[in-house]
Structure formats: structure tokens, C-alpha cells
């Protein structure tokens, strides 16, 4: 069983910048599986945020974040990180890492979580 923790969260102001990373417990997991960052906010459902895939590390990006998030990989690792720049108070949620099958097209493995807070 895969096990992915999440990291780098916390508060921040309006316009602030977080890193969060997210590590993977099985070694060269993030190699094999496309990785991505969604979140929760309170009253709303969980929304994919970023991705990168796992050969040519091609991203994609919400709406809301692109421009302002990067997500990037360091297989060395075996991290994921989701940079967040131009912090929104609207960018308040907890934040997750998840990784996709393959074969199955479904991100089936997710980690706890990490909360990020942010101030206007």
C-alpha cells in the first residue's frame, strides 16, 4: 500500500506565497503514476487544482490557479510540489495530493491532506 504525505501548509496573507510537497512511500511511485494537487474548501466540493503526468511531466492547470500555481516533480525524491503564488483568501482549503492509475484513469491513492489558509 502506497502511502502519500503531504506537506508546507499553513497560513498566509493575501498575495503570499506557500510550497507544498507531497512524498511518496514507495520508492519511484511518482515515476510510475500521473500526480495531482485538489482541494476542499468548506461548503464546496473537492476541485482537481493541478497535474503532471509521469513520462513527459506535461501539467495542467484549473482555471482559478493557472498563472499563479506550479506543480513540478522531483523523481530523486520521489516528491511532488504544487508552488502557490498570489495567495487568494479564496485559495483557503485543505490541499491534496493524489496519484492516477494508469490503467484505470482514476486517482485512487490520496494522501490526508494539508490545510492552507489564507488572509485578506
Known amino acids: 500500500q502506497v502511502q502519500l504525505e503531504e506537506s508546507g501548509g499553513g497560513l498566509g496573507q493575501a498575495g503570499d506565497s506557500l510550497r507544498l510537497s507531497c512524498v511518496a512511500s514507495?520508492?519511484?511511485?511518482?515515476?510510475?503514476?500521473?500526480m495531482g494537487w485538489f482541494r476542499h474548501a468548506p461548503g464546496k466540493e473537492r476541485e482537481f487544482v493541478a497535474g503532471i503526468s509521469r513520462s513527459e511531466s506535461t501539467t495542467s492547470y484549473s482555471d482559478s490557479v493557472r498563472g499563479r500555481f506550479i506543480i513540478s516533480r522531483d523523481n530523486a525524491r520521489n516528491t511532488v510540489y504544487l508552488q502557490m503564488n498570489s495567495l487568494k483568501p479564496e485559495d483557503t482549503a485543505v490541499y491534496y495530493c493524489?496519484?492516477?492509475?494508469?490503467?484505470?484513469?482514476?486517482?485512487?491513492?490520496w494522501g490526508q491532506g494539508t490545510q492552507v489558509t489564507v488572509s485578506s
Open positions: 514507495r520508492r519511484a511511485f511518482i515515476m510510475v503514476y500521473d
Open positions: 493524489a496519484g492516477k492509475s494508469a490503467t484505470r484513469g482514476t486517482y485512487d491513492y
